[in-house]
Antibody, heavy 116, light 108 residues
Framework: EVQLVESGGGLVQPGGSLRLSCAAS????????MSWVRQAPGKGLEWVAN????????YYVDSVEGRFTISRDNAKNSLYLQMNSLRAEDTAVYYC?????????WGQGTLVTVSS | EIVLTQSPGTLSLSPGERATLSCRAS???????LAWYQQKVGQAPRLLIY???SRATGIPDRFSGSGSGTDFTLTISRLEPEDFAVYYC?????????FGQGTKVEIK
């Protein structure tokens, strides 16, 4: 069974940083593109970033380009999202998802709150 | 960037009725890269349909997808109580995704 478990969310001040992690199990992690998707409170889904199987290609939504960095460690079956220069509008539940074209499986999400 | 517009915003129906949800793209989308998701309150989204009309594993056959180009449709043939939720369409293009704003299917 595919399992994706996010961690690292919390309360951070504007301008601060946070690193999210996603622990994957139940599939061969190194064979799949992985993605991050977020959902602001009461709002819809927004794709954030994705990364190729070997980490050689990474793509971002314009609003986080230059502030967020997606990465992975295939030896640890883990996906990461380093978030810098956080803004109030980055407040959301962040989901880890398996897939580069569609999100075939999702984690339960981790809440990031950016507030002073 | 391809913009996806879903309609209606809210659909009020009774169990047993048919639901028809629309997703319109601002430019042509490859059918291979159009998906639908269901999200219930407090839960992560779940993949329902991929490649416009293929059901994901474990999805009941009352869910069906259709369409091509710029117009896509998700149909739920007979609503079950567990189908009342928010539905999102999503497209993949140039290594980036966009989602529609969602359609809420609520109990009438």
């Amino acid at each position: 069974e595919v399992q994706l478990v996010e961690s690292g969310g919390g309360l951070v001040q504007p301008g601060g940083s946070l690193r999210l992690s996603c622990a994957a199990s139940g599939f061969t992690f190194s064979h799949y593109w992985m993605s991050w998707v977020r959902q602001a409170p009461g709002k819809g889904l927004e794709w954030v970033a994705n990364i190729k199987e070997d980490g050689s290609e990474k793509y971002y939504v314009d609003s986080v380009e230059g502030r967020f960095t997606i990465s992975r460690d295939n030896a640890k079956n883990s996906l990461y999202l380093q978030m810098n220069s956080l803004r109030a509008e980055d407040t959301a539940v962040y989901y880890c998802a398996r897939g580069g074209r569609i999100a075939a499986s999702w984690g339960q999400g981790t809440l990031v709150t950016v507030s002073s | 960037e391809i913009v996806l517009t879903q309609s209606p915003g809210t659909l009020s129906l009774s169990p047993g009725e048919r639901a028809t949800l629309s997703c319109r793209a601002s430019q042509s989308v490859s059918s291979s890269y159009l998906a639908w998701y269901q999200q219930k309150v407090g839960q992560a989204p779940r993949l329902l349909i991929y490649s416009a009309y293929s059901r994901a594993t474990g999805i009941p056959d009352r869910f069906s997808g259709s369409g091509s180009g710029t117009d896509f449709t998700l149909t739920i043939s007979r609503l079950e109580p567990e189908d009342f939720a928010v539905y999102y369409c999503q497209q993949y293009g140039s290594s980036r995704w966009t989602f529609g704003q969602g359609t809420k299917v609520e109990i009438k």
